[in-house]
T-cell receptor
Framework: AQSVTQPDIHITVSEGASLELRCNYSYGATPYLFWYVQSPGQGLQLLLKYFSGDTLVQGIKGFEAEFKRSQSSFNLRKPSVHWSDAAEYFCAVGFQGAQKLVFGQGTRLTINP | DTAVSQTPKYLVTQMGNDKSIKCEQNLGHDTMYWYKQDSKKFLKIMFSYNNKELIINETVPNRFSPKSPDKAHLNLHINSLELGDSAVYFC??????????????FGSGTQLSVL
């Protein structure tokens, strides 16, 4: 069965510091990969997605993610975080024909001033 | 104008009651979904509908019955509520089926508390 693992439940970084959130998936086929962000009391919003092409994808709000097939990973990065980046971040995976996304457990990001 | 709106935002009820959550999207999308987010933040798909037809029913108890009167609406009715039904329920929509090629648009969620 398809699964998505986000190993870090909660991460705290200082404002201005760099950020990397980890995501690993399991399945043999070429995946569609996504990062969604959930601000408190809100629904999820798409940050970026990857299916093919350049394995480094750029998203909104200065985020980027890199697909590494050999590691089955799609880690999210940001060079310098802002206090407004505090939120819950979800990695999701889909596969052609599956007609659904499978979400990870989420990583809660806290920003220290 | 809210793209995906769901009501109510909060729902507190007793075990055994029947309740409904409503969802509407004004994006003209063909596919709508219900997701359940449990207390550990796991977000799992429950149902998806494409043009009013059921596409996915993800082994959800039959106490949960989705209804799509038209492609802009997908309501969720829950019978005989149980403590374990307490969660945040999210409605979502997308132009494609599955949200792979087109992004999902989520509502702001309905926090259901069963006492």
């Amino acid at each position: 069965a398809q699964s998505v693992t986000q190993p870090d439940i909660h991460i705290t970084v200082s404002e201005g510091a760099s950020l990397e959130l980890r995501c690993n998936y399991s399945y043999g086929a070429t995946p569609y990969l996504f990062w969604y962000v959930q601000s408190p009391g809100q629904g999820l919003q798409l940050l970026l997605k990857y299916f093919s092409g350049d394995t480094l994808v750029q998203g909104i709000k200065g985020f980027e993610a890199e697909f590494k097939r050999s590691q089955s990973s799609f880690n999210l990065r940001k060079p310098s975080v802002h206090w407004s980046d505090a939120a819950e971040y979800f990695c999701a995976v889909g596969f052609q024909g599956a007609q659904k996304l499978v979400f990870g457990q989420g990583t809660r990001l806290t920003i220290n001033p | 104008d809210t793209a995906v709106s769901q009501t109510p935002k909060y729902l507190v009820t007793q075990m055994g009651n029947d309740k409904s959550i409503k969802c509407e999207q004004n994006l003209g999308h063909d596919t709508m979904y219900w997701y359940k987010q449990d207390s550990k933040k796991f977000l799992k798909i429950m149902f998806s509908y494409n043009n009013k037809e059921l596409i996915i029913n993800e082994t959800v108890p039959n106490r949960f019955s989705p209804k799509s009167p038209d492609k802009a609406h997908l309501n969720l009715h829950i019978n005989s509520l149980e403590l374990g039904d307490s969660a945040v329920y999210f409605c979502a929509s997308s132009q494609d089926v599955g949200g792979l090629n087109e992004k999902l648009f989520f509502g702001s969620g309905t926090q259901l508390s069963v006492l």
